[in-house]
């Protein structure tokens, strides 16, 4: 079986993760598959790219019938593998949007936070479960969960495996917004609206806004107004800026 499946829709990268009978547990040839996506598609200039999974589940979390006889060295090369391949999607060229369709729990929860908004379904279920099958979080969960909504909040979700529904999930700043229709339609949706803007503006307000963990406010603000500077390089900018005082639309390009 494919355990992703890929599809390009007005230029927006569709991922769909394939396990469905196994609630889309994350295995290594899963880990493997979309590792090599995300690189194919890393300069493929796309708007904006979607991650989901078929059937009733996001991601479950990894797969427990590979993990369960791995050794410490054996467990700590997954957690790397994933962790690599996460990275990938988190430092995607385009914006990403996690369409969350029902479980996503452990690996499945780390999976989506790597992008760069989160959409809940109605029956999305968040969590970081793994100290209760006597582990912990290996794909990121420790690190990011503390960034997205501070560092009490994803101590007590972590230590006592507890799992969140839509609703808590968008209170606690984990997801952005709860759809009350199908999620995958509200990202391509979402996805839309940004493609519809500069593509060069949009990638650069992503890797401006990536840089705020790692630079302090003065290092943030002076790379803001490096990439500002950028933009009135591009024909998009003088494009832009030319729709507006005619009062049409612009037809960007990426240049």
Same mark, same amino acid.
């Given at each position: ?54 059937? !009733?589940?996001?991601? =479950? ?6 993990? &369960?006889?791995? *050794?410490? /060295?054996?467990?700590?090369? %997954? $957690?790397? !593998?994933?962790?690599? =391949? ?6 995607? &060229?385009?914006? *990403?949007? /996690?369409?969350?369709?029902? %479980? $996503? ?151």
């Amino acid at each position: 079986m494919t355990v992703i499946l890929t599809e390009i829709k007005d230029n927006i990268g569709i991922v769909r993760l394939n396990r469905p009978k196994a609630l889309n547990a994350i295995n290594g040839a899963m880990v493997s598959a979309l590792e090599q996506v995300l690189i194919e598609w890393q300069d493929a200039g796309l708007s904006a790219l979607i991650l989901t999974g078929e059937g !009733r589940a996001f991601a =479950a979390g990894a797969d427990i019938s590979q993990m &369960s006889t791995y *050794t410490a /060295a054996e467990a700590e090369l %997954f $957690a790397s !593998r994933g962790q690599r =391949a996460l990275r990938c999607l988190e430092h995607f &060229s385009a914006p *990403t949007i /996690a369409a969350v369709n029902g %479980f $996503a729990l452990g690996g499945g929860c780390e999976l989506a936070m790597c992008c760069d908004i989160i959409l809940a379904g109605e029956k999305a279920l968040f969590g970081q479960p793994e100290v209760k099958l006597g582990v912990i979080p290996g794909f990121g969960g420790t690190q990011r969960l503390v960034r997205r909504v501070g560092r009490q909040r994803a101590f007590e979700l972590m230590v006592t495996g507890r799992n969140v529904k839509s609703d808590e999930a968008v209170a606690m700043g984990l997801a952005m917004e709860k759809s009350e229709g199908p999620v995958l339609d509200a990202a391509l949706t979402l996805a839309g609206r940004i493609a519809a803007n500069g593509p060069v503006a949009v990638r650069l307000v992503k890797r401006t806004v990536d840089a705020t963990d790692r630079l302090d406010i003065d290092s943030g603000l002076a790379l803001e107004a490096s990439n500002f500077g950028l933009c009135f390089a591009t024909a998009d900018q003088t494009e832009g800026m030319t729709a507006f005082l005619e009062k049409r639309s612009a037809n960007f390009t990426g240049a």
